[in-house]
């Protein structure tokens, strides 16, 4: 058995299952001894599109994901893809074929270039450490929540590997949970009771399993109001005191009650500018408390009045362990209400801009979450309308959304719908793009089609890089730059194979209910020409974050 395929059934022993990648002569082996092995492999179009499909697959699923790409340029094809899942913690695999020679042709850095993203690196260099070295790279991605460079010299894979060694290979133990100091529990605690008004922010710490419920019980007790960052969009959905979403995708009344607590617990969340509208919606009198199982986490963004390391499930338990009777907090009858009438922005009049030729993007998101299974998991992609999906598309729970938006790169939200459809086949997936992203991700149009995957793509297609546009257009720059000719994007669609629609008006989406409610035997591609004359209500704040 040569090294190349004794890397590839050790990943799998190790407890990979999914592989994304596009194959080339260095990967060539290592990728098929994977499959051999039991592993599904996914083929990508650009390795850029198979980077971002498994983290995406691996922040759905829970579990460890691989990329495979080819030396050289395949690796820095999926250089941006690898760098939203490093910003993102997301425990993942990027095996990748590697020269030695540095007069080749496809020679570069790989581990430089790894680490100017924020991935970690291992590599293989020999036969008989292969297989550990590659059960290593499993092993840090998941104890270290770490994207992993795994490097795998050409000239070493052609090398002879004893049967037995496959012997040592196995799944690695699940993270241990941070169990929380009594100390910071006890001060918590004491935080909790003297507040009066109370919110809990929830972030990607908070996605674990049993999370949701310590939470749920503690705000019970503490008389809590529940939110999430983005990432964690959907954790408390169907929990009447839940907020949806704090940040920019806030919706008025949500925004109100935040800045209105007088005491503001961060869950596993980084309270990062986007989560708190660069502090806005912390009150100048508010406690602000982040709990986190990484000390370096607390207090980076914004200085806390508490830091607690700890894992959330734990620390939950042990805060409400603590004792203290059940308060009626922020959970006023007043404030039920108001959940009920009009948290939702949908539910916020607006005035419909819409046109014969183009959609308000509200009326148009309003529609599409009335037309659609709720039972969903949505993708988003990035620019001046990312925001409709993320606030006016609802979502089951914290499965059903995947958002890659640390690295802040458009062109990664088809790619992202293909990875968290995979990882939960049983849900209707949603793939919310701009025309910009869109067209810079087609390609993977071919994949979606080959997977046969029953996805609707919308398109929030206004001509142009709206953000550019509303950011500079007020100030007098030439926009000719940032703006483009009419694309007919449905005929692209229809190119890969997809059912397609143009939208301009609300009867247009009749054809989007017809297919819906049919056998969706083919996935469908919404070109939706969207009214442009202004920017998204959060696009001012984003490029303060510049």
């Not at 190790?14 to 994977?34: L, P």
């Amino acid at each position: 058995m040569k090294v190349a395929e004794a890397v590839g059934r050790a990943l799998c022993a190790a407890g990979i299952g999914q592989v994304f990648g596009v194959v080339g002569s260095g990967n060539f082996h290592v990728t098929n001894a994977m499959v051999e092995a039991g592993a599904r492999f996914v083929a990508a179009r650009h390795e850029g599109g198979a980077a971002t499909m498994a983290d995406a697959y691996a922040r759905t699923s829970g579990t460890v994901a691989v990329v495979s790409v080819h030396q050289g340029p395949g690796l820095t094809n999926a250089v941006t893809g690898i760098a939203e899942a490093a910003k993102s913690r997301t425990p993942l695999v990027v095996l990748a074929a590697e020269v030695t020679e540095r007069r080749s042709n496809f020679h570069v850095d790989q581990d430089a270039l790894a680490h100017a993203v924020g991935a970690a690196t291992v590599r293989v260099t020999s036969a008989r450490e292969a297989v550990e070295q590659a059960c290593a790279a499993v092993r840090l991605a998941v104890a270290q929540r770490r994207t992993v460079l795994l490097n795998l010299p050409l000239p070493v894979q052609a090398l002879d590997v004893p049967d037995a060694a496959l012997e040592r290979a196995a799944p690695p133990p699940r993270r241990a949970a941070v169990e929380p100091d009594a100390e910071g529990v006890t001060a918590l605690a004491e935080q909790l009771a003297r507040s009066s008004r109370p919110v809990f922010v929830a972030g990607r710490g908070a996605r674990e399993p049993g999370s949701r419920e310590a939470l749920e019980a503690l705000a019970e007790r503490h008389g809590a109001l529940l939110a999430t960052s983005a990432v964690a969009r959907g954790l408390f959905h169907g929990n009447r005191w839940s907020l949806d979403v704090s940040g920019g995708f806030a919706s008025p009344l949500a925004a109100e009650l935040i800045q209105g607590a007088d005491l503001i617990v961060g869950w596993g969340c980084a309270l990062t500018m986007w989560t708190t509208r660069h502090g806005a919606l912390i009150g100048a009198d508010a406690t602000v408390v982040q709990v986190d199982d990484d000390p370096d986490a607390l207090g980076a963004h914004r200085p806390v009045h508490l830091g607690v390391t700890g894992d959330v499930r734990l620390t939950a338990r042990r805060a409400c362990e603590a004792g203290g009777g059940q308060r009626e907090g922020y959970r006023t009858a007043e404030v039920g209400t108001a959940l009920a009438a009009r948290l939702r922005l949908r539910d916020v009049p607006y005035e419909d801009t819409s046109t014969r030729e183009r959609i308000d993007p509200r009326t148009l998101s309003i529609a599409l979450d009335e037309i659609l299974p709720a039972e969903r998991v949505v993708g988003v992609d990035s620019g001046n309308f990312m925001g409709y999906p993320s606030a006016y598309l609802s979502v089951p729970d914290e499965r059903g959304f995947c958002f890659t938006q640390a690295f802040q790169s458009i062109g990664l939200g088809l790619a992202t719908t293909i990875g968290a459809a995979l990882a939960q086949p049983d849900r209707l997936p949603v793939a919310a793009l701009g025309d910009g992203g869109a067209l810079m991700s087609a390609v993977e149009l071919d994949t979606v089609r080959r997977l046969g995957l029953p996805m609707v793509v919308v398109v929030y297609d206004d001509e142009a890089y709206g953000a550019e546009v509303h950011h500079f257009g007020p100030d007098g720059h030439p926009l000719d730059t940032v703006r483009f000719p009419p694309t007919d994007i449905a005929a692209v669609g229809r190119g890969y194979g997809f059912e397609a629609v143009t939208v301009r008006t609300r009867a247009d989406l009749k054809a989007v209910a017809d297919w819906a409610a049919g056998p969706r035997s083919a996935p469908l591609l919404v070109d939706a020409k969207v009214v442009a004359d202004h920017g998204s209500w959060w696009l001012e704040e984003a490029f303060r974050g510049h």
